[in-house]
Each structure stands twice: as C-alpha cells, then as structure tokens.
C-alpha cells in the first residue's frame, strides 16, 4: 500500500519568505509524486510532478520539489512566498502502473502581509 | 479547450436519499477517476473508469456506484446517504496511453453534497 505524510497541518510565512511545505511517502513500488494546490471552494489544480528522469522537478508559479529516494521526500518549496499563493497544498503518490493517487492531509498555507 | 466539468456545484440531500453526480472530462482523456473529500481531508480515492469499466476501485461500500458513457463522460451514484457522506466529490479525467503509465489527472471544481 502507497501512503503520504504531509509534516504540519498549517504553515504560515511573510510575503518575501521561503516557502517550504514537507512531504514524505511510503511506496513499495518506485513512485510517480504530485503536488496539487486547492483554492478555497475549488477543486485541486496541479503544481508539479516527478515521474522518472530529474530529481528537482519545476512547477508553476515558481514551485519547484526535490524527490530524494534515500529519504522518502518530495517537499515543496518556492524561494519567495506572494499572498496569491496562500491555499491549501496537498501531495500525493501513485504507482507507474495504475493511475489511483493517494493523497496526503494537506497543509494549510498563510502567507502574512 | 473545455477542462473537466461537474454538475451540479451544490447539492442538498436527506439520509436515506439517492444521489447522482455528472463528470464530463477534459477534450480527449478517456478516463475518469472518482475522490471523496471530507471537510478539512485529503481526497479518498473511490473509483476509476476506463472503456465503460470499473477499473480500480477504493475502499468504499457498494452504496457507491458509478459509470462511464460512450462518450467518456461519467455518473457517480449514491445510494442510502448518511450523514458521513456529506463531502466535497471531485472528478479526475486523465489519457491512459497503450494502457500504461500514469498520465496526469486533471480535477474538475467538484460538487458540494450535504446530507441531512
């Protein structure tokens, strides 16, 4: 079975700072990683994806993930938070062979004036 | 290019009701996935449709049904609500090429369902 950790529930930084939102996963097969971003009353959208090939996968909106195998991580980050990015943020997993994803609990985004 | 599309947007439904949910997917993706998401969760994954069949399925009763028309398009169906699945459901469409790999899933706006 796949599972995805998302380390803090809600994450708060100021306009200007580091963006730094944790991911770990549990998968028994080599994983495909995926960062959605959900805006209230809207569906999920997404950000990113690692499948095979570069480790430090680019998004949209200045989002960029490292997937590290040793470590069982895909955080997401972005060098400089902008108020527009305050949303809900959640990663999740799928398998290379079926296309199920698995998500985490999400992590509740705050950026600060 | 038209992105995937739900109806209705809010629902409003008492327990022991019935309850149909459309999805038509993005312009040509022929798969559509199924996610519950309760308030202040992450999607649960229900079900998945490719050439008109159930393709993988989570861990939901049989009160939750589904199905995909020839045209990709697809119906979610619950039967004898409770108040548990009071719940945001969203869509996913995505293209399985030659039947393998994952392709991305691309989520529609989802529809609100309370029961009471």
């Known amino acids: 079975a796949q599972s995805v950790t998302q380390l803090g529930s809600h994450v708060s930084v100021s306009e200007g700072a580091l963006v730094l939102l944790r991911c770990n996963y549990s998968s028994s097969v080599p994983p495909y990683l995926f960062w959605y971003v959900q805006y209230p009353n809207q569906g999920l959208q997404l950000l990113l994806k690692y499948t095979t090939g570069a480790t430090l996968v680019k998004g949209i909106n200045g989002f960029e993930a490292e997937f590290k195998k040793s470590e069982t991580s895909f955080h997401l980050t972005k060098p400089s938070a902008h108020m527009s990015d305050a949303a809900e943020y959640f990663c999740?997993?799928?398998?290379?062979?079926?296309?199920?994803?698995?998500f985490g609990e999400g992590t509740q985004l705050t950026v600060n004036p | 290019d038209a992105g995937v599309t739900q109806s209705p947007t809010h629902l409003i439904k008492t327990r022991g009701q019935q309850v149909t949910l459309r999805c038509s997917p993005k312009s040509g993706h022929d798969t559509v996935s199924w996610y519950q998401q309760a308030l202040g969760q992450g999607p649960q994954f229900i079900f998945q449709y490719y050439e008109e069949e159930e393709r993988q399925r989570g861990n939901f009763p049989d009160r939750f049904s589904g199905h995909q028309f020839p045209n990709y398009s697809s119906e979610l169906n619950v039967n004898a609500l409770l108040l548990g699945d009071s719940a945001l459901y969203l869509c996913?469409?995505?293209?399985?090429?030659?039947?393998?790999?994952?392709?991305?899933?691309?989520f529609g706006p989802g529809t609100r369902l309370l029961v009471l």
């Open positions: 996913a469409s995505s293209l399985v090429t030659s039947g393998r790999d994952q392709e991305t899933q691309y």
């Open positions: 999740a997993v799928s398998k290379p062979s079926g296309s199920r994803l698995t």
